[in-house]
Every structure is written in structure tokens, then in C-alpha cells.
């Protein structure tokens, strides 16, 4: 049997994620348990994780789906948190900090949904971008339908069918507001099971793009101009808010304590998205609102009633760490 360990490396300003094949003995059965998985190594010194001298770097797995690529055996995907080689978490390993915060508050029942925009990019532009031009203004792009204002949707719903046999919660897709740009949803799930499905669900995307010769971009501001830039909302829920206007409302109150350590830990170059324009709130105030898309955080209508109540934090750019996004948001809302 074949299984793909999959981490997160150490790279600057965008984290990368990095793979390698493991061959198991022929009678391992596949399992969606990670404990059955050994442990294994990498050169940390290549992937900005260790210096050469002292390389080594161990991977431990930690979530395990089938792989989806293979359609004559059953393999796996196995996503790996990175340790030393004293088997304590790597400093570049923020999922312990994730399990740590979920840990802590698990009885609160924390629920996250993560919407992940991205750009297809090819040849250095944007899929739908001609060569030495722009296309048609914004406008007609978001979920749209035709040659003329969709690019790349044989590789978006190929990806879409992917998560689905992988086994991921992944809620929908959809075109956005620049040619090019898309976004699927993953969730709802817990504070650090989150970030492991949105981590194999970007490997997935990225690796199903290879095919066609085509790179995904999660930059913040893929275009410069009156182009959207690319985000990552966070819809975040406890057990309270879940029936409760007055707790949802306790949680914007709460992140409108903290927000220089969101906006710090949010994404690379969120400045030159969150400006106030293009459906974004400025990083240099804080603001929540129902129904309000301008805002930091939307409160759903919805959540006014009494019903399905939650919280949409706008800030997130589509390169963020989403152990740090959800761990912030469930400490935040339960310390300040």
C-alpha cells in the first residue's frame, strides 16, 4: 500500500506544502487512523526547517484520508504535524497550538466553516487574463457561467470531486470576482480538524492543477488595480452562540479586544487587501455588522432570530495559517 505524508514547511513568506511517498508492507490495511501510520523523516534543511548540519525533521501523522488519485488501489493521504528530533513540536508547527486552544475550551463545542478563495495562474497571469491586456472589469465574473467569464472550472469541480472521494467535508464551490479566482468551503469542523482538512484539500487543488500546467495562487492581492483580492472568511460558532444573538454578539465585542494579534497572525501582505474597498473593512479599524460585507466580522441575518447563530470574520487572507485563524479566534473569544 502507498501512503503520501504530507507537512506544511517552513517557508517565507508563504508556507508551502511539501509531500513524499512512503511504500508499506504489502499486508498493512488502510486505515483512516493516524496512530497506525510510523513515523518518518525528512531533510528539514531543504525545506526551511532545519539547518544542515542538524536536518533531520520528524513527521507524525496526524489525519488520514484515501487518496483520491488513486483509482486501482486504496493508498492514503496522510497529513503530518512536523517534530524535532526530541519528538517536541517543530517551531514552525502551529497545529499544536490549535490543539492546545481546543483543548482548553473543547466543552464550548468550537465550529468552524473555512471559505477558500484562490487565483489559477499560467504563463504569470491569471487564467481569463489575455497576454498583454486585461479583461472586462468586474462585474459579470462572480459565479458566473460562460467561456467568456469563467476560467478553470474543469480543474475547480475535478477538485470538487477529488475532496468528495477523499472523504473531506468540503461544503461547495464557486467562481468569484476576478477572472480566475474561485473558492471552495470546508466545514463545519472543529478548531484543529479545520486546518487539516483545508491543508489536504489545497494539496488536492494544487496537485489536480498540475496536471493542466496550472499554479495556484493564495496571495492576498493577487492583481494590483480594482480587482478583488483573495480571502479566507472564517465562520466561527460555540455551542452558545449557536442559539444565542446576545453570545455572538460577545464574541465580535471580544475580538474587537485583540485585534492587532488577528490582524499579525491573518496572512503575508494583508495590508494591500484589507483597505476598505473590494467587500473589505481597513486593517486599521474593527467594525462588526448583520449582513455587513464591508465589515470585520458579518453577523448572518439569521443569527438576529435566534437561529444558526455565528460569526463571519472577513479578515483572514487566502494564504493563512488556519490552525493560528481558528486557535485565535476561539482564545480570543473566550479570554478577552
Not at 2 to 9: G, K
Not at 181 to 197: C, I, N, R
Not at 309 to 330: H, S
Request: some cysteine; glycine content about 10%.
Amino acid at each position: 500500500m502507498l501512503a503520501e505524508y504530507i507537512w506544511v514547511d517552513g517557508s517565507y513568506p508563504y508556507r508551502l506544502l511539501r509531500s513524499k511517498t512512503k511504500v508499506l508492507d504489502n499486508d498493512f490495511e488502510f486505515t483512516t487512523d493516524p496512530q497506525d501510520y510510523p513515523l518518518w523523516s525528512f531533510d528539514g534543511s531543504s525545506t526551511n526547517q532545519a539547518e544542515g548540519s542538524n536536518s533531520d525533521c520528524v513527521l507524525k501523522p496526524v489525519f488520514v484520508c484515501n487518496n483520491p488519485f488513486d483509482g486501482f488501489n486504496k493508498s492514503a493521504l496522510v497529513l503530518c504535524e512536523v517534530l524535532t528530533p526530541d519528538m517536541k513540536p517543530h517551531p514552525s508547527n502551529t497545529r499544536s497550538f490549535a490543539e492546545d486552544v481546543e483543548g482548553q475550551y473543547f466543552a464550548q463545542e468550537a465550529l468552524f466553516g473555512l471559505e477558500q478563495e484562490y487565483t489559477f495562474f499560467k504563463d504569470g497571469r491569471p487564467l481569463g487574463f489575455p497576454n498583454g491586456g486585461f479583461p472586462e472589469p468586474q462585474g459579470k465574473y462572480y459565479c458566473g457561467v460562460g467561456a467568456d467569464r469563467v476560467f478553470g472550472r474543469d480543474i475547480v469541480e475535478h477538485h470538487l470531486e477529488l475532496c468528495l472521494d477523499a472523504g473531506l467535508s468540503i461544503g461547495g464551490i464557486n467562481a468569484e470576482v476576478m477572472p480566475g479566482q474561485w473558492e471552495f468551503q470546508v466545514g463545519p469542523l472543529g478548531t484543529v480538524e479545520a486546518g487539516d482538512q483545508l491543508h489536504i484539500a489545497r494539496y488536492i487543488l494544487e496537485k489536480a492543477a498540475e496536471f493542466d500546467g496550472v499554479s495556484v495562487s493564495y496571495a492576498a492581492k493577487p492583481m494590483a488595480g480594482d480587482w478583488n483580492g483573495a480571502g479566507c472568511h472564517t465562520n466561527f460558532s460555540t455551542k452558545t452562540m449557536r442559539s444565542s444573538y446576545d453570545a455572538c454578539i460577545a464574541a465580535c465585542e471580544a475580538l474587537g479586544r485583540n485585534v492587532e494579534a488577528h490582524i499579525a497572525n491573518y496572512g503575508y501582505d494583508i495590508e494591500s487587501r484589507l483597505t476598505g474597498k473590494h467587500e473589505t473593512c481597513s486593517y486599521r479599524e474593527f467594525r462588526y455588522g448583520v449582513s455587513d460585507r464591508t465589515a470585520s466580522i458579518r453577523l448572518p441575518l439569521q443569527a438576529t432570530l435566534g437561529e444558526n447563530g455565528y460569526i463571519e470574520d472577513r479578515r483572514p487572507n487566502a494564504d493563512c495559517d488556519p490552525y493560528m485563524v481558528c486557535g485565535l479566534i476561539l482564545k480570543t473569544t473566550m479570554e478577552f
